[in-house]
């Protein structure tokens, strides 16, 4: 198959993944087969845009499905519209492999088309290339919606806030990744502030308080079976969310109450009375 042929393979499959989507997304235009979509806004709402890379040997290996990676791809830049709060609306693809992979491009899409379908993001387009070396690279942008002024942000923690996450912490790399999207929105206009733990819970909880000006004190981390707590506080990818509501809030179903925000130096964390470090990925580390 040539490239004419592969791009045409992926349309069709976007087609009737966006079958059922489009009822939801009524304000995409035009979508896959022109230069640029169209995107028409509703009145009231704020955009929300997001991208999120996966290089081959940073983030996965070779040697896990294709299917996976695609889902995992997109899944990673839904965390991102969870965390603002927002609903999303479509996703432009950006991918590029070593020459003669259609098979694998195929289940690519298929695993990536599967979740786009069930949170309704609709593909609008995208770009296909060889990466002219033996490494896949992929890059998907998202864009959401949140009602106009809404979206949740990492920046408006108050002291005496309550921190909690969802589900459960320091999972392995190849667990499916569920964007917490329901919940996020439904903690809008509640939350004070959120962020989805990409890069390691004590990392990301530095992210919040340092974009908040204010410190934290975490007294207990909800683990995953078979992990261990330092896994949980800074092993990355568990696409979870963090966010704190008004100390008097109850606790959400699915989420757990692990700490308080109090005043101090922003970003200085303390777990069980000792100092926490960020140290979750840093790529540039
Ligand atoms: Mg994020």
């Not at 997109?74 to 590029?96: H, K, N, Q, T, Y």
């Not at 005496?160 to 439904?186: C, N, T």
Request: glycine letters at 10%; one cysteine or more.
């Amino acid at each position: 198959m040539n490239e004419i042929g592969i791009v045409e393979r992926i349309r069709q499959m976007a087609e009737v993944s966006t079958q059922h989507a489009r009822v939801r997304a009524p304000h995409l235009i035009l979508g896959i087969g022109d230069d640029c979509a169209i995107f028409r806004p509703r009145d009231g709402e704020d955009l929300l845009f997001t991208t999120d890379q996966m290089i081959e040997d940073v983030h996965f290996r070779s040697t896990h499905k294709a299917a996976m990676i695609g889902e995992r791809a997109l899944a990673r830049s839904l965390s991102d519209i969870a965390a603002m709060g927002g609903e999303p609306r479509f996703c432009l693809v950006a991918l590029a492999t070593p020459e003669k992979n259609e098979k694998w491009i195929e289940a690519f899409y298929r695993g990536l088309l599967r979740l786009a379908k069930r949170t309704g993001t609709v593909p609008a387009g995208g770009d296909l290339a060889h990466s002219g070396n033996d490494k896949t690279h992929c890059d998907v942008m998202v864009c959401g919606a949140v009602k106009r002024g809404r979206a949740l942000r990492r920046d408006g923690a108050r002291v005496g806030d309550a921190i909690f996450v969802s589900g459960r912490l320091g999972k392995p790399w190849d667990r499916k990744i569920e964007p917490r999207l329901a919940l996020g929105q439904s903690l809008v206009g509640r939350a004070t502030a959120c962020i989805d733990l990409s890069d390691g819970l004590s990392l990301d909880l530095y992210r919040l308080c340092v974009a908040s000006g204010v410190a934290a004190e975490i007294d207990r981390v909800p683990v995953v079976r078979g992990a261990t707590v330092e896994r949980a506080l800074h092993g990355g990818e568990d696409y979870e969310l963090l966010f704190t509501l008004p100390a008097k809030a109850r606790t959400l179903a699915g989420t757990t109450r692990i700490g308080t925000v109090v005043r101090g130096s922003p970003g200085e964390m303390m777990f069980l009375g000792r100092r926490l470090e960020p140290r979750g990925y840093d790529h540039f580390k």
